[in-house]
């Protein structure tokens, strides 16, 4: 995703962005693309109940990552290291969603 489409969402690869008022982060040159790869898959979540009615995310299915690749017309020689990525920001983003899970119960 270029950079001028991360600003869209108030993402700055040569400065620190602010999440819900939070600390800032920064987002080096080199990870605008998987970011920008990342947002995309957003919508992209498998769920499944939890009991009680609870829904929680479990991941992201390969194939969907993969479709959006293909959509994104990623070369195939960048498919690899961008799924690493993809898959470890969803490990991280698993355990955030898993810890706001357990502290409403």
Request: aromatic letters at 10%.
């Amino acid at each position: 995703m270029p950079v001028e489409e991360l600003a869209a969402f108030g993402l700055y690869a040569d400065g620190p962005v602010r999440v819900d008022d939070d600390e800032p982060f920064y987002l080096w040159p080199a990870n605008v693309r998987a970011w920008g790869f990342w947002l995309s898959l957003q919508s992209q979540w498998a769920w499944c109940g939890a009991g009680m009615g609870d829904m929680v995310r479990t991941g992201i299915p390969a194939e969907r990552i993969e479709a959006e690749m293909r959509l994104q017309r990623v070369r195939k020689r960048e498919r690899a290291d961008l799924h690493a990525m993809a898959r470890a920001m969803e490990v991280a983003a698993l355990a955030g969603y898993r810890e706001q899970h357990e502290r409403k119960r």
